[in-house]
């Protein structure tokens, strides 16, 4: 195999064109508005890709808790029985894998939203990502709901898991 020689020390470009997903994961975070970050994944949550996924997550958790924290007031378009707390919603829909390392993840994030005292939601409709969260009882730990505001379907009361 062919050794990159470059006389300027430099790396080798990575081969990857930059669009293309690493393993198989694309995650898109995006902030619709003050105190709100949503995550949107698409495709497998696995030991490659879990760690990118926790990143991301950590930070927008850090992210919204100190927009909170240094007195940036996030608008609150909800109704006023509504949660005011900074608010991550982690958008599972478009995932067609769920493993082990991806509930370590969310098991960290919920510590970290208690500590910063931002709510986590978990959208996750389908048996992919139901099924592992009910079988180590992480459902009782994490919101997990079918659908969600931020992600422009409307959630009525009780719809969570």
């Known amino acids: 195999m062919p050794h990159d020689h ?12 930059p669009d293309e997903p690493l393993g198989g994961l694309t995650i898109a975070p995006t902030q619709p508005r003050r105190g709100l970050v949503l995550v949107r994944l698409i495709g497998e949550v696995d030991m490659l890709t879990a760690p990118r996924f926790g990143d991301v997550v950590q930070d927008a958790l850090a992210a919204v808790a100190t927009e909170r924290d240094h007195g940036v ?38 510590q970290t939203a208690d500590e910063y005292d931002v709510r986590l939601v978990v959208v996750a409709g389908h ?29 009525t009361a009780g719809t969570a898991w």
């Open 73 to 110: 007031d996030p608008a609150h378009d909800g109704p006023a029985d509504e949660d005011p707390r900074p608010l991550v919603v982690c958008d599972l829909s478009g995932v067609t894998f769920f493993g082990a390392s991806g509930l370590d993840v969310v098991a960290s994030a919920q």
């Open 127 to 155: 048996r992919t990502v139901l099924r592992p969260f009910r079988l180590v009882a992480l459902d009782r730990r994490v919101l997990l709901t079918a659908t969600h505001p931020a992600i422009g379907r409307h959630v």
């Open 6 to 17: 470059r006389c300027d020390d430099s790396a080798a470009p990575d081969p990857r064109p």
